[in-house]
């Protein structure tokens, strides 16, 4: 008998589909298999294809995928790694393949070839025997409906990301070793934060405050990858794993096969490995460009690029071809931050904290108490697809409970990263997504008392009608106030506004041109206000359509959505308009033109809002029978609403979470 791969055959001892074979067998089995390596990108074999071979992954990641609903997707079904067996069934059953595969990074695999097989099968029976008794069992569990609830669960894939800093060594290495912490602690997931260094020193270890790492390592260019990142790896208190390694061993022909294993190990043993070099090490970092995930190119605004980088970054895009995710971050000194477009994301970075750092040598304590934290934290969700979705509903003045969930939010460190709002909810998410703080907008919200309303809405009046009994043009002059010409590129956080097409009775989602527009369309209550026209459009109040946009955060990219619903049941509402603020009661025979019309339009909004909330994980509803859409100069009273709504969804929301898990013994702040 040949030799055996020792490594082939402790794989098979411990896969489900071989490990119940006597020792005997499970040798003849392994001498078949052959050693193969494939590059990332790479399709095995596609949905109706014969089977010729049964894989063994030795390292590396596989998708398996299927058709998806529509032309040109498709739905992943799982990703396999080292240890997994695949196409067994086609190899066992003689059947056409049932799903595609897909290579995530450059895999190494053991392979069992038909003819291999068949001649396993000739020369001991006992064999077959085996496999026979293994197929009944799987056959029940390889149906159709078994895939698609697979398809159900969700998937995740470890990630190689690469942070190419153009930036000062110091800069570079705060925002990597905050970034790798807080993604750490978002998502109590393994993060492994590994530096490649141009000369045989740590500085990554060294600003962690573990001291140069590679100070104790001799000749470190003669050992393997493999062999240096063991050596090298440092745990630090916070459950962050980090490693050095000189980028030259990347170009090394000698270790180009190894470089692979190891790039497959920090996949295995890891949920996200951030890799942290520079542009003078590009030549070295060919191999790590075809293997990583996503490159982040971290800038500072102030430092003067290259030019000769421009042109090999947009080389490297073009090469990638859609299989790598590209973004630029922009580090802008005390500047205002903004995750608009993902693609190009800036941050404020506190002059403060180079100062912090130079003080007190502790990278995380730097960042404590400004605003670049809450950044840093968002940019680690991103990564981990964790987004945080806040819709906000529509319901006039019990808009100010909007106001205080979001201060409970924010004292739990809860951020949203993506608002969808709709009337009220747009005008108090625009708020929230162009940087107000919450205590700025409490002051707006406890300023409108019955003098402001009857002057900035109520004796606006447009007569003759066209459309609306108020005119708009003094909410027009309040939001030209809070917003001025601001346009949604300038916004901190993606926002949408939902408004209605009163022409074709669509929902439109605005999500670009000016706030003040955005805005003014979603509250335009039919009516009440007259139609905004937004380019062909004339555009009503959002909650004739959408009045708790969950659904549109889904569009939008949230991977967790909380939803505040503001709506009532018939059963719990004051309907009595009250458009002078007086406390009317009116009995139901006595109700005017206007009282029927709203109490249709809230009674109609309420039923959309209670099917709209599916898509959300939470719902936020605040108690608010005693309060009618036009109360706006109760603030005081409906705020504190709000938070008591909050606090009771707390618990659901961070069960959400993964920053709350109970599993987690560590707490980082």
Known sequence: MPDIDQDILSLLAESVLFRDFPPAELQQIAARFKRETHHRGMTLYKKGDVGEKLFVISSGHVALTAPGPSNNQEVILAVLGRGEVFGEMSLLTGE?????????????????????????LTGNPAIGIYLSRILSRRLAQTTESSLKEL???????PKLVLLLRLTSEAQGILFGLNLAVNLLEQTRRRVALIELCLENKSSLTDFAGLGDIMAGIESPGALSLQELLRKTRKTHASGLDLFTVPSSIFSSPRDKDKAFVALNWLRATYDFSILIATPLQWDSLKLVFEEVDQILFLNDI????????????????????????????????DGRSSFVKLEHIRIGWARAIDRAFDQNKNPFEALMGTRTLRDVERMARVI??????????SGGALGHTLIGMLRVLERERIYPDLIAGTSIGALVGAMYARGMSVEEMVQIALSINKNWLREIVFWDIDWPSRGGFMGGLKLQRFLRSLFDDLDFNDLELPFAAIATDIGTGEEVAIREGRVLDAVRSSIAMPVVFKPNR?????????????????????QMGADMIIAARLTNSPAERRFSIG????????????????????????????????????????TIHPKTPNYNWTDFDKGAELIPLGEAAAEEALPKIKAQLPIFADYCTTRLR
């Open 96 to 120: 056409p393949r049932t799903v595609n595969t897909r290579l995530e990074s450059t895999s190494e695999f053991f392979v069992l070839e038909k003819k291999d097989f068949e001649e396993l």
């Open 151 to 157: 398809a159900k669960r969700r998937i995740t894939e």
């Open 302 to 333: 102030d430092m003067k690029p290259d030019p000769e980088l421009k042109p090999k970054i947009a080389d490297l895009i073009k090469q990638a071809g859609g299989n790598v995710v590209f973004q630029d971050i922009t580090l802008v000194p």
């Open 384 to 393: 981990a697809d964790v987004k945080i979705g806040l819709a906000l509903g």
């Open 534 to 554: 937004m380019g062909k459009r004339l555009l009503v109040d959002g909650g004739l359509v959408n009045p708790v946009p969950a659904s549109t955060l889904v």
């Open 579 to 618: 458009l002078l603020g007086k406390e009317e009661g009116k009995a139901e025979e006595n109700l005017g033109i206007l009282d029927i019309f709203f109490r249709m339009i809230l009674t109609m909004s309420h039923q959309i809002a209670t099917g709209n909330t599916e898509s959300a994980h939470v």
